[in-house]
C-alpha cells in the first residue's frame, strides 16, 4: 500500500466548483483541498469545510492572478515574465501572501495544513520568498508546501511546470525544515479528448509513496463569480471520482488516501 493526497484546487472559485468538491470529500475520494480566499464565493463556503474537520486537509491556494485585486489584469505568461524579471515589489508581496493566510485561517479557525499557488504561481521567483518567510515565521514545521516535481516523466507541461520554480521553492522548504509532497501527478491539457480514467491510471500507479495527486472536480453549469475556462474537464473529473470505478481504481492499486502529514521533509 502507498499513500497519495488526492488534492481538489480551487474550492471557494463558486458554488458549482466547491460544491463539486465536497461531494469527492463526502464520497472518500480527495483527501485535501486548496482554498481561493479572495474569491467573493469563499465566505459562503468555508463553513462546510469547518463541518468537515478531519475529513481532508485544507489549505491555501495563493492567487494573484484570478481573485486579487492586485490581478490587474495580468495573464499568467506576464505573472511569469514580470517575476523573473524581479520588477515585483517585495513588500506589496508579503503583504498580498500575509493578508491571505489571515483570511483562512479567519474563515477556517484554523493555520492551513499547507500552501500551494493558483497556477503554480507560489513558486516564482520573489513569490516563494515571501511565501517561505511568512510560512516560517507563522508556522513552522506544521504547514506543508506543494512541490511540482515529478519523479519520473508526466509530460512537457508537467516540466515546464516544474521548471518554473521547483528546485528552488525545495531549498527554501529544506532550508526552513517544511515538508513537501514526494512526487507530483494530475497535469494534462484538460481537453475532451483527455481520457481521464486513463491518465489516472498511470498516475497512481506510477506515483510515490507520499506523493500529491492534483485534481480540479466541480459540477457543471454557470458561475456567479468569474468565467471558468476548464468547467467542462472539471465536470468530467468529477463524474470519475464520484464513480465506483474510481474506489476500485484506488483498491487495486494499494492507494490509501495521503495527508501533509505523510509528507517527507524537502
Same mark, same amino acid.
Given at each position: 500500500?502507498?499513500?497519495?493526497?488526492?488534492?481538489?484546487?480551487?474550492?471557494?472559485?463558486?458554488?458549482?466548483?466547491?460544491?463539486?468538491?465536497?461531494?469527492?470529500?463526502?464520497?472518500?475520494?480527495?483527501?485535501?483541498?486548496?482554498?481561493?480566499?479572495?474569491?467573493?464565493?469563499?465566505?459562503?463556503?468555508?463553513?462546510?469545510?469547518?463541518?468537515?474537520?478531519?475529513?481532508?486537509?485544507?489549505?491555501?491556494?495563493?492567487?494573484? @492572478?484570478?481573485?486579487?485585486?492586485?490581478?490587474?489584469?495580468?495573464?499568467?505568461?506576464?505573472?511569469?515574465?514580470?517575476?523573473?524579471?524581479?520588477?515585483?515589489?517585495?513588500?506589496?508581496?508579503?503583504?498580498?501572501? @500575509?493578508?491571505?493566510?489571515?483570511?483562512?485561517?479567519?474563515?477556517?479557525?484554523?493555520?492551513?495544513?499547507?500552501?500551494?499557488?493558483?497556477?503554480?504561481?507560489?513558486?516564482?521567483?520573489?513569490?516563494?520568498?515571501?511565501?517561505?518567510?511568512?510560512? @516560517?515565521?507563522?508556522?513552522?514545521?506544521?504547514?506543508?508546501?506543494?512541490?511540482?516535481?515529478?519523479?519520473?516523466?508526466?509530460?512537457?507541461?508537467?516540466?515546464?511546470?516544474?521548471?518554473?520554480?521547483? *528546485?528552488?521553492?525545495?531549498?527554501?522548504?529544506?532550508?526552513?525544515?517544511?515538508?513537501? @509532497?514526494?512526487?507530483?501527478?494530475?497535469?494534462?491539457?484538460?481537453?475532451?479528448?483527455?481520457?481521464?480514467?486513463?491518465?489516472?491510471?498511470?498516475?497512481?500507479?506510477?506515483?510515490?509513496?507520499?506523493?500529491?495527486?492534483?485534481?480540479?472536480?466541480?459540477?457543471?453549469?454557470?458561475?456567479?463569480?468569474?468565467?471558468?475556462?476548464?468547467?467542462?474537464?472539471?465536470?468530467?473529473?468529477?463524474?470519475?471520482?464520484?464513480?465506483?470505478?474510481?474506489?476500485?481504481?484506488?483498491?487495486?492499486?494499494?492507494?490509501?488516501?495521503?495527508?501533509?502529514? *505523510?509528507?517527507?521533509?524537502?
Amino acid at each position: 500500500m502507498k499513500r497519495i493526497q488526492i488534492c481538489a484546487d480551487d474550492y471557494g472559485f463558486d458554488t458549482a466548483i466547491s460544491q463539486g468538491i465536497l461531494e469527492c470529500v463526502d464520497a472518500g475520494r480527495i483527501s485535501a483541498t486548496g482554498c481561493m480566499v479572495l474569491s467573493p464565493a469563499w465566505p459562503d463556503w468555508a463553513p462546510a469545510l469547518r463541518e468537515r474537520h478531519g475529513l481532508a486537509d485544507y489549505g491555501l491556494h495563493l492567487d494573484l @492572478n484570478e481573485f486579487a485585486p492586485y490581478a490587474q489584469g495580468r495573464s499568467l505568461s506576464g505573472w511569469i515574465a514580470i517575476s523573473y524579471q524581479r520588477r515585483l515589489d517585495v513588500t506589496a508581496l508579503s503583504t498580498w501572501v @500575509n493578508q491571505q493566510l489571515d483570511a483562512f485561517e479567519s474563515a477556517m479557525f484554523a493555520a492551513p495544513a499547507f500552501v500551494d499557488g493558483h497556477q503554480h504561481l507560489h513558486q516564482l521567483p520573489l513569490v516563494r520568498d515571501a511565501l517561505l518567510a511568512a510560512v @516560517n515565521r507563522r508556522y513552522g514545521k506544521s504547514c506543508a508546501l506543494r512541490s511540482t516535481r515529478a519523479l519520473c516523466w508526466r509530460g512537457s507541461k508537467a516540466r515546464v511546470i516544474a521548471a518554473l520554480g521547483e *528546485d528552488a521553492l525545495r531549498r527554501g522548504a529544506r532550508a526552513g525544515g517544511l515538508h513537501m @509532497n514526494s512526487d507530483f501527478a494530475g497535469v494534462y491539457d484538460f481537453s475532451p479528448a483527455a481520457d481521464y480514467a486513463q491518465l489516472m491510471t498511470a498516475w497512481l500507479t506510477s506515483l510515490a509513496d507520499g506523493g500529491l495527486l492534483m485534481t480540479h472536480p466541480g459540477r457543471s453549469g454557470g458561475t456567479e463569480t468569474r468565467p471558468d475556462a476548464i468547467r467542462p474537464a472539471r465536470a468530467r473529473e468529477r463524474a470519475f471520482w464520484l464513480s465506483a470505478e474510481a474506489g476500485e481504481m484506488l483498491a487495486s492499486l494499494g492507494v490509501q488516501l495521503g495527508l501533509c502529514e *505523510d509528507w517527507p521533509l524537502a
